[in-house]
């Protein structure tokens, strides 16, 4: 009964807050509609610094080579690389955190949740080149954190961003794009589980499901681009993927599944994409994914295809609309008398992308069979919203969450709900207080309960990028 008590008076802590900030947001807006803009530097704000991995448009060809059409796939959403003033060179320090932090469910146990306190150090460190006709960049994000007595760190890096591209010929241009991912198991601090990039209307996506147990994530695309034409491009993109997942065998109570899991997906795709004018652009894809899962020796195989269509209504909005069939063929449908059958569904996504004078707003649906915090060959449904709000010269608030529905082909649905919130005050050009909050709940899939956890940082950031407004 005492459990339940705390568990439901977290849920009702983390509603609080988000109410109040809500209300709070609410009322800036109103009162922003009467404020001039602001022209003296803001915080900076990641998803509306120029997109380096999308060269600009008033280049010349040679300067600016396109980017293949393929790697419009890949999210983005991250802040310009090679932006810092704090700089030697192509490398760049952009930010770095000291935070006092405070956590519900440490271990984001659903049975016997622990709190912890302590304090964390962030950085992210950058490395960026740019030659005629290519471009190179690379994110790096190490930390450490103590928590009740203990040191953890992820110095290899919890976050790595590579891109690159190189134009062959003027038609002919291939790109890589490889994003790697750690994260402990009690997941990352002040995540956001979805951040978009209004520039160029991609989203970032975390599986934030995956808490509760040791992470480790690489994806790796290749794409060759073929411009047939000023409108229409070709593209064949190659994509790898790995995941693993670990679980602490002194966990208490103890793991009931395999303490390791592992799997990775190898795919080859066919795009083609039309645009005319600036504000239209139309893919048509298709896609094969073939899933190994290491542990069990299972094979699943994905065929989908998908239509999508990109327009800017105007110079603050933009919407994404895509749907398609999906075929799957399970992993064991093969072996003699397996109850698993193929299964034919359809794949879709919606976003929108809204800026106002002194704020953003973006929400998004997608169902898919992409990673989302837990191994499956099966599909998932994923809801996420964002708004950031300027209130002032100095005070900028964002607040965004994420629901997911992730389905199984013999077991019970697993459900996750995110929420969180950030508030950033301006002390000088280069430094920032800052407050955030996140609340994660997991039910389903097998859990007895649900888990549930809650996050607060406040400390102080370091920032070297240039303003985004």
Request: aromatic share 12%; with cysteine.
């Amino acid at each position: 009964m005492k459990r339940r008590q705390q568990k439901d008076a977290s849920r009702l802590a983390g509603i609080v807050i988000l109410l109040f900030l809500a209300v709070f947001l609410g009322c800036g807006q109103i009162l922003a509609q009467d404020q001039p803009p602001s022209s003296t530097p803001t915080p900076s704000r990641p998803d509306q610094q120029q997109d380096t991995s999308n060269p600009g448009t008033q280049q010349t060809p040679d300067e600016n080579p396109p980017k293949p059409a393929g790697t419009g796939t890949i999210p983005a959403g991250r802040s310009a690389i090679g932006t810092s003033s704090l700089r030697w060179g192509p490398l760049s320090l952009a930010s770095f955190d000291t935070v006092y932090v405070y956590d519900s469910n440490f271990l984001f146990s659903e049975q016997n949740p622990q709190t912890a306190q302590g304090a964390a150090l962030r950085a992210v460190i950058e490395f960026y080149l740019k030659r005629r006709g290519s471009e190179f960049s690379l994110r790096y994000s190490p930390y450490i954190i103590f928590l009740n007595g203990t040191t953890e760190s992820n110095l290899a890096s919890n976050s790595l961003n590579l891109d690159t591209y190189k134009r062959l010929t003027p038609r002919w241009t291939i790109g890589v794009n490889d994003q790697f991912l750690t994260s402990p198991s009690q997941g990352r601090l002040s995540e956001f589980t979805f951040t978009p990039n209004f520039s160029t209307g991609q989203v970032n996506q975390s599986p934030f499901l995956a808490t509760g147990e040791k992470l480790l994530q690489n994806n790796l695309q290749l794409t060759t681009d073929y411009a047939m034409g000023g409108h229409d491009h070709i593209g064949i993109p190659v994509r790898y993927q790995y995941v693993r997942l670990t679980q602490d065998p002194n966990s208490i109570p103890p793991p009931s599944g395999p303490l390791v899991q592992e799997n990775n997906i190898i795919g080859v795709g066919l795009e083609w994409l039309h645009n005319w004018g600036r504000e239209n652009t139309l893919v048509a894809a298709y896609s094969y994914d073939r899933q190994y899962f290491f542990q069990t020796l299972g094979t699943a195989q994905f065929h989908s295809a998908m239509v999508s269509y990109k327009r800017q209504l105007r110079s603050t909005v933009r919407i994404q609309l895509g749907a398609g069939p999906s075929f799957l063929i399970p992993a064991g449908s093969s072996q003699p008398n397996s109850p698993l059958s193929n299964t034919i569904t359809y794949q879709a996504s919606a976003a929108l992308f809204k800026s106002f004078r002194e704020s953003d707003l973006s929400f998004s649906w997608s169902r898919s069979h992409e990673f989302t915090g837990t191994l499956t060959d099966f599909y998932n449904d994923r809801f996420d919203a964002y708004y950031m709000h300027h209130f002032s010269r100095r005070l900028v608030t964002t607040i965004g969450g994420g629901y997911i529905r992730q389905y199984f082909k013999a077991s019970p649905t697993l459900k996750g709900a995110a929420a969180w919130g950030e508030m950033q005050y301006l002390l000088n050009p280069n430094w920032s207080a800052v407050a955030s909050y996140m609340y994660l709940d997991t039910t389903g899939g097998g859990l007895t309960s649900s888990a549930v956890r809650n996050l607060l940082t406040v400390g102080v950031r370091g920032s070297w990028a240039r303003p985004g407004r």
